[in-house]
């Protein structure tokens, strides 16, 4: 059974941190791609990082570059997301996604992050 469990969320105030882990398990790990995504209501979920299957690539979204990194370990089939001086645009549930080279994609419950000013 494939399940993806995010934890590492709660209330922060705006230039906290948090970080984020996503801990994988019945599937390869190490031959999937791995993102965070966000949600907010009414918005279209936005990918905010992603790393390649080796952690050798990442690439972020644009208002998170500098502030946000995202790493993996493959030994613990766990990706994280370090997020640094947050701030309250931040606020969604953020998911963590694997993406192999064919579908299905793998989706996590989603945990909450909230910045307050």
Known sequence: QVRLVESGGGLVQAGGSLRLSCTASGFTFRNYHMNWYRQTPGKERELVAAISSAGTNTNYEDSVAGRFTISRDNAKNTVYLQMNSLKPEDT?????????????????????VTVSS
């Open 92 to 112: 969604a549930v953020y998911l963590c996604n694997a993406r192999g080279y064919s579908p299905p994609d793998y989706w996590g419950q989603g945990t909450q």
